[in-house]
Every structure is written in C-alpha cells, then in structure tokens.
C-alpha cells in the first residue's frame, strides 16, 4: 500500500520562477543529480511535456519509468503519476508552489510510492525521503543560481 509523504523546502525566489524550473522537465538531467536521462514522448496544447520517460539512479542501479504530467493547476501545482516504472508501481507526486510575501516561495513536494518489491515500511519511507530531499535541494539550487 502506497502511503503519501510530505516534504517542504523553501526557495528565494518567487513561486513563478519556481514552477517554470520545476516544469522545465527536458532540462532535468542538468541540475536533478539523479536524473540521467529524459524522453518527451507527448505535450499539451501549449507545448509543455505531458508524457515524459526517466532514466534515474536509484538504489545504486538505474531504473527507467514514465509519467503522465498533470498542468491543470499550473502555476501553482505541478502534478504527475506513474504511467510505467521497472522498480515501481506507483511513483505519484506534485509540487505546490506559495509565495511568502517576501519574494520567497515555500515549495511543497508530496510523493507515493510503491515497489514492486515489497519493502519493510522503514526502507520504504527512507527511500521517499531521499527523492524527495534530493528533488527539493536540486531544484532549490537550480532556481537560486539562475534567479
């Protein structure tokens, strides 16, 4: 059973700085540490990736997985769910972006997943930890160093 985590971090910078960093997906493999590689297979109406396939580290290997992206709240909310993983069955996720008032945002990322293996529950949260902590700091430095 899938059982959804939260993590926040925040960023100085505003949250549409934020989201368009976030929602540059393409460009994942040079500032994502453990994103290697990115194939946009579909986009919107408006051009943006919808269907996306990673190649990732994870675990000490690599694994492959694709997710459809989910725009509708964009800017504010960037959502996406696991069309296909190798290790995972579910890999379901979004990231909220709220401005502070001070031209700060406060990014929140919420992650489920699921193994195809089953994992005891404290290996499980640990590796939801780590992508979400890993995910939150790459972006933070992406966005900060190109504010």
Known sequence: MAEEATERITV???PERCFAVADDIERYPEWFAEIKE???HERDAEGRPSLVSFRAAAFGRSTSYTLAYDLREAPRVLGW???KGDITTRLDGRYEFVGTGDGRTEVTYHLE????VPLPGF???RAQSR???AALRDLRARVESSA
Do not use: G
């Open 123 to 125: 290996i499980k949260m």
């Open 113 to 116: 997943v699921e193994f195809r």
């Open 131 to 133: 992508i979400m902590t």
């Open 38 to 40: 990115v194939t946009v």
């Open 12 to 14: 100085a910078a505003p």
């Open 81 to 83: 769910r696991l069309v």
